[in-house]
């Protein structure tokens, strides 16, 4: 029996796990990763890297970032605490999908992640205070590949659901297309 549900996305590649949880009065138990049930992450089901992010207040932007072939990377994106509204942009140039971006509610009830493949660019609001993420990355981060899109780009036209609380100024400076 799979500890995951997958759910499909208009975006080809872009999927939403559901973990199962398993509870009693005590709380809950879940699987939070299993390479062997999503091979899809990465080639070969491999953790270069793990990330934690803490945003404290509500409505902020953090996003929208990528890294540039050879060191596209797949990202599992998941939230330990409060609730967000995760976003991934197809930057893939000879997709069907280019710059189409698709969001979903992640938060620590729903026990929803993303996978995001390479050739997409990610970011979040959140949508409570303190708000907690975790990352597992096929690739090591490699500065000189990182690249980002504005996440208020009008072409990008995402819906925030909420007004923009706070915005790194790195964020803000990315050009628009």
Known sequence: MSRFNRLPTPLAGLI???????GDERGFFSRFFCRD???DFGADGFIAQINHTRTRNKGVIRGMHFQRPPHDETKFVSCLSGAVFDVAVDIRPDSPTYLKWHGEILSAENARSMMIPGGFAHGFQTLTE??????????HYAPEAEGGLNPLDPRLAILWPLEVSQMSERDRSFGLL
């Not at 939403?16 to 398993?22: C, G, K, N």
């Not at 303190?130 to 690739?139: P, S």
């Open 16 to 22: 939403v796990i559901e973990r199962r949880q398993m």
């Open 37 to 39: 049930e999503l091979r």
């Open 130 to 139: 303190d708000c907690e993420l975790l990352y597992l990355h096929d690739k």
